[in-house]
């Protein structure tokens, strides 16, 4: 296992600290929790399952598989079989085990990331390769190749045309492309599609990975629900290795995501919380010196005053308004901060007062 870097979000302590002392308290627009309530047909379903004594099924129930097959169908256009779905407990965990469930020995991932990808590669004892460009791989095998779109830190949106590239080339070299869509739901100036649509994959899943989270859709961030679908080869594959190595998702969180999945209603009603947190904040952050850059999908603003990335934390600490440095991402983001919408009205309207 390749040595991991130090847990980047710990660097932001003392300025948590200095936005903790303002008099108005902390606007914390830095992780990105959740702090919204969980829908009470969520809440209900998973007290109705309370009393589960025997072990989960791994594989899931076939009512959620059902409910996760069927949301896809309906939101987003792609089809898979219900026995294709497995699902996960927390996306995290999954793309941090991934390599290590494929045996890996080179991941690629984008050059403005999530940490994740570049820890799952270590764990793995993998090679990690940030590259935006498939042609500057060179011709060196690549096991597994990640894509992020509505990307996070960045909030981009990676168009059909250019998803279909990368399925091209990556099937021409026998490259898993797993695609990480836990944001395919806020689309805002653009929609994001998936890498399942028939429209860039052809109507084929081969050697495709397609990972969903209800963390954001649902506010499920506390109940580690998620589940990835693609491949029926490799979705089999990782269940085998799940048979053996466990990680099943419990029961009541079983019947909670079922619920979740199944209605729209609660999701469309957060999506509207959501636009209209941007609607408010993205004005007043303009006004005071920043530039939004992308941001057109997701749940963060990638914004950027021109100064180093730790000088704009610091500036914005001043005034109780946590943000993450964008090189908590990369080498690329020095310039740039992460700001979330992830906050209360209240804590959104006070960071609007603050930035005029």
Not at 9 to 24: C, F, I, M, T, V
Not at 27 to 46: E, F, H, K, N, Y
Not at 238 to 253: F, N, V, W
Not at 324 to 340: D, K, L, M, T, V
Request: charged share 20%; glycine share 10%; hydrophobic share 40%.
């Amino acid at each position: 296992m390749n040595k991991l870097p130090d847990f980047p979000w710990d660097r932001l302590e003392p300025y948590k600290k200095r936005a903790l002392a303002h008099p108005g308290g902390i606007v914390d627009l830095s992780i990105g929790t959740p702090v919204d309530p969980v829908p009470r047909l969520v809440q209900d379903a998973l007290a109705q399952a309370a009393n589960s004594p025997g072990y989960p099924l791994t594989h899931g129930t076939k009512a959620l598989r059902e409910a996760a097959a069927g949301w896809l169908r309906r939101r987003h256009g792609v089809t898979v079989d219900q026995q294709d779905v497995l699902p996960l407990i927390g996306s995290k965990e999954f793309v941090a085990w991934l390599p290590t469930y494929l045996g890996a020995g080179r991941v690629v991932f984008p050059e403005l990331a999530y940490p994740t990808y570049d820890v799952g590669a270590r764990l793995a004892g993998a090679v990690g390769t940030a590259s935006d460009s498939t042609v500057a791989l060179g011709p060196e095998r690549v096991d597994l190749l990640w894509v992020n779109s509505p990307g996070n830190p960045t909030g981009r949106v990676l168009p059909a045309e250019h998803l279909r590239k990368i399925v091209s080339w990556a099937r021409e070299r026998g490259t898993i492309v797993a695609s990480d869509e836990c944001y395919i739901e806020l689309g805002w100036e653009e929609r994001p599609i998936s890498i399942l649509h028939p429209d860039v994959c052809g109507g084929s899943h081969e050697g495709l990975l397609a990972v969903h989270s209800l963390s954001k859709r649902s506010n499920l961030a506390g109940y580690r629900a998620g589940f990835v679908t693609g491949d029926p080869v490799l979705v089999k594959r990782l269940l085998e290795t799940r048979k053996h190595a466990g990680m099943i998702m419990p029961q009541p969180a079983q019947a909670a995501m079922t619920a979740a999945l199944g209605d729209d209603a609660h999701a469309d009603h957060q999506r509207e919380l959501y636009s209209a947190r941007r609607t408010l904040l993205r004005p007043a952050l303009e006004k005071a010196g920043w530039s939004i850059d992308h941001s057109t999908a997701g749940l963060y603003f990638w914004a950027s005053n021109g100064q180093n990335a730790w000088d704009q934390v610091a500036k914005l600490s001043e005034i109780g308004i946590l943000v993450a440095p964008g090189e908590f991402y990369g080498s690329a983001g020095g310039q740039h901060i992460r700001i979330a919408l992830t906050a209360s009205d209240e804590r959104i309207d006070a960071a609007v007062r603050r930035l005029q």
